[in-house]
């Protein structure tokens, strides 16, 4: 393509400026990927997007050239496609592939692979590389060293065991949930926003000092101990399904939601002054002196705006040992009914996994 443009202009049929933008493409990084394609799905559905809009030239199907920026259709001829061009951005979701090879393109932005047989992904050293998304693959590898540049990783439901973050400076938003991790380094990842690492194995979460933090869920790990001191920013908290027997907010005044069913607390201290507006608590040990504590620390709400407290399961859960009497006392009920008073609703959750009001 490139030599048929300069024929071209040489012969005076092209004006200059396509030859400029045939050198600007050069210029962003002309490389190629190639593509791994099953036997089993011979036709494919890409979109690549080049740095000037120019033509992405294609080898092992039965096109040649593909438009930028545009949804394609391919159906190849072997075991392979290549891609050439100033690519910067590839969406390849969903069409099972079996390997992926993107090493070539240094200009790469946006890299979309979710959904295909991918077992390893070597993306390392893409230093412009701004959104990965691999998830529901099958990838036991992962290596996403260099990418300095990287605001947001979905690595999602995938088999890693291991990950390494240390060069995600940039990184805003990271999901890495439903995965086979035992350890997750997060330390100094103060940009992060948005951290999903649920369904996982990890025994241990370090959060400190992620002060830009938003949004957490560490759900369905086996983690005894969560520290969140210092987590100024943070919105919502989900850590049900683990094993802590703690959990103390005072100091983090900013969360809105806070889903902690599942363990094994016997206390949760909440701020003095806070914001909630939705609590999970339901499945733990959490005795009367706790549930007062609890109760008395709900802040105001108004009836436009009511707060939901989900507080037990009913008492054939065998995982629920929560007490289920809220007038067993009077300091209990009083409590109770205060709490009310100040337009929080409160729940309970059958069997079937179904909330009733109490």
């Known amino acids: 393509m490139k030599k048929f443009l300069m024929v071209l202009f040489l012969a005076g049929l092209l004006p200059a400026t ?25 036709t494919i559905t890409i979109k690549a997007v080049t740095a000037d809009s120019s033509l992405i030239d294609v080898e092992g199907c039965t096109v040649e050239e593909l438009p930028s920026g545009e949804s394609v259709r391919l159906t190849a001829t072997g075991n392979r496609i290549v891609l050439k061009g100033a690519i910067t951005e590839l969406y390849c979701s969903g069409n099972r592939l079996t390997s992926l090879d993107v090493r070539g393109l240094q200009a790469l932005t946006v890299l979309e692979c979710a959904g295909n047989d991918l077992t390893s992904l070597d993306v390392h050293g893409l230093t412009a590389l701004a959104v990965l998304d ?22 999602s439901k995938n088999l890693l065991t291991s990950l390494n973050t240390q060069d995600f400076n940039a990184l805003k938003g990271f999901d890495c ?9 997060v330390q100094g990842l103060t940009a992060l926003k948005k951290l999903a690492c649920s369904g996982n194995k990890l025994t241990s979460l370090n959060v400190q000092g992620l002060t830009a933090l938003r949004y957490l869920s560490c759900r369905h790990n086996q983690l005894k101990t969560l520290n969140l001191k210092g987590l100024s920013a ?33 206390a949760l201290e909440l701020p003095a002054v806070n914001v909630l507006q939705e609590l999970y608590c339901y499945g733990n040990r959490l005795n009367e002196k706790a549930f007062i504590r609890i109760l008395t620390a709900l802040p105001e709400r108004n009836r436009n705006e009511a707060g ?31 709490a009310k008073a100040k337009n929080w609703i409160f729940y309970k959750r059958d069997t079937n996994g179904n909330d009733k009001k109490i």
């Open 234 to 266: 943070l919105r919502e908290l989900w850590c049900s399904g683990n094993e802590l027997a703690a959990l103390d907010m005072r100091g983090i005044n900013t969360v809105q939601i806070l889903g902690c069913s599942g363990n094994k607390l016997t």
């Open 177 to 185: 949930s439903n995965n086979l991790l035992i350890s997750l380094n």
């Open 18 to 42: 396509i030859a400029v933008a045939e050198g600007a493409a050069v210029s962003a990084g002309t490389g190629q990927a190639i593509l791994g394609i099953s036997p089993d799905t011979k």
């Open 308 to 338: 939901r407290a989900f507080i037990y399961g009913e008492k054939n859960n065998p995982q629920e040992k929560n007490i289920t009497d809220f007038t067993s006392s009077a300091e209990l009920k009083t409590a109770f009914e205060a």
């Open 134 to 155: 691999c998830s529901e693959n099958q990838l036991t590898s992962l290596n996403v060293q260099g990418l300095t540049a990287l605001q947001k990783l979905n690595c």
